[in-house]
Nanobody, 125 residues
Framework: VQLQASGGGLVQAGDSLRLSCAAS????????VGWFRQAPGKEREFVAA????????HYTDSVKGRFTISRDNAGNTVYLQMNSLKPEDTAVYYC???????????????????WGQGTLVTVSS
């Protein structure tokens, strides 16, 4: 699976953005798809993930109530709707997919075998 992340940009605090993660060539063939982010000088951190079959989402606490992860019915694209953005949301956002995801490792980037190239989100205050 090749993943293509898009939708990043420069916005002001309080604005919204929707990130997209498209699987090229074929639909996602993974147990879960996740979004991670990495700010300058920081480690990559979990943002959200969705179980592919059940569509059950998981979120890190800092984005709960503001971000929504979803996927389209065709199985080609996963979205991350980001509302009420804050300057601390500034980071490069990566989508990732994995076939060996279980509940205990869904937040661990090492569990994901496929990664997109990242899209930059910058939130100004």
């Amino acid at each position: 699976v090749q993943l293509q992340a898009s939708g990043g940009g420069l916005v002001q605090a309080g604005d919204s953005l929707r990130l997209s993660c498209a699987a090229s060539g074929r639909t996602f063939n993974s147990r879960a798809v996740g979004w991670f982010r990495q700010a300058p000088g920081k480690e990559r951190e979990f943002v959200a993930a969705i179980w592919w079959s059940m569509r059950t989402p998981h979120y890190t606490d800092s984005v709960k109530g503001r971000f929504t992860i979803s996927r389209d019915n065709a199985g080609n694209t996963v979205y991350l709707q980001m509302n009420s953005l804050k300057p601390e949301d500034t980071a490069v956002y990566y989508c990732a997919a994995g076939q060996s995801i279980i509940l205990s490792n869904i937040r661990n980037p090492r569990a994901y075998g496929y990664w997109g190239q990242g899209t930059l989100v910058t939130v100004s205050s």
